[in-house]
């Protein structure tokens, strides 16, 4: 079991510029999880996904946010035209699937980013 | 909708000394609850979760919570606190739907003295 991983850990970038998030969960975890977390708050809830399926998506996600998980393994994050409000640490999590399983969330050791 | 409050924002203890973070929850039925630690660099460690029987949940690394429907409260204590102990501790709680997604409180950051 080597968690959850993410890449990277630290971005840079300039406003209005693209950026990609890798996440890769524990292996045999089919749920994984997106949340974001701001400067002294706690992590906020993007999307998560079954499988290869997004199941729902938070309000937070506006239109420049995509997230896929083309094989149910891994997963992307993209931030299109970033903006300076969305600097923050990007959480991912996995769990297994079912009532309590689903809850007991392994995070990663996210992905800052700020945008310049 | 479900939310939690954690009502402080910092604490600070001795080394050895008791602890007791408050976290209190809105939800009309049994909530699930958890507590997680965040230490700098690191990824949310899940310290303890409370889904239902038992009101006083065992963690890990010495932590229990206890759970008071009457208060809405979960109040993570630890009866000797440790150096390493320090990090931010975050309250959730899990949405009462199929996602399983958690809401989380804003965080206690916790400070040990020597």
């Known amino acids: 079991d080597t968690g959850v991983s993410q890449d990277p850990r630290h971005k840079i970038t300039k406003r209005g510029q693209n950026v990609t998030f890798r996440c890769d969960p524990i292996s045999e975890h089919n749920r994984l999880y997106w949340y974001r977390q701001t400067l002294g708050q706690g992590p906020e809830f993007l999307t998560y996904f079954q499988n290869e399926a997004q199941l729902e998506k938070s309000r937070l996600l506006s239109d420049r946010f995509s997230a896929e998980r083309p094989k149910g393994s891994f997963s992307t994050l993209e931030i299109q035209r970033t903006e300076q409000g969305d600097s923050a640490m990007y959480l991912c999590a996995s769990s297994l699937e079912g009532l309590r399983r689903g809850y007991e969330q392994y995070f990663g050791p996210g992905t800052r980013l700020t945008v310049t | ?114």
């Open chain 2, 1 to 114: 909708a479900q939310s939690v409050t954690q009502p402080d924002i910092h604490i600070t203890v001795s080394e050895g000394a008791s602890l007791e973070l408050r976290c209190n929850y809105s939800y009309g039925a049994t909530p699930y609850l958890f507590w997680y630690v965040q230490s700098p660099g690191q990824g949310l460690q899940l310290l303890l979760k409370y889904f239902s029987g038992d009101t006083l949940v065992q963690g890990i690394k010495g932590f229990e919570a206890e759970f008071k429907r009457s208060q809405s409260s979960f109040n993570l204590r630890k009866p000797s606190v440790h150096w390493s102990d320090a990090a931010e501790y975050f309250c959730a709680v899990g949405a009462q739907d199929s996602s399983y997604k958690l809401i989380f409180g804003s965080g206690t950051r916790l400070l040990v003295r020597p």
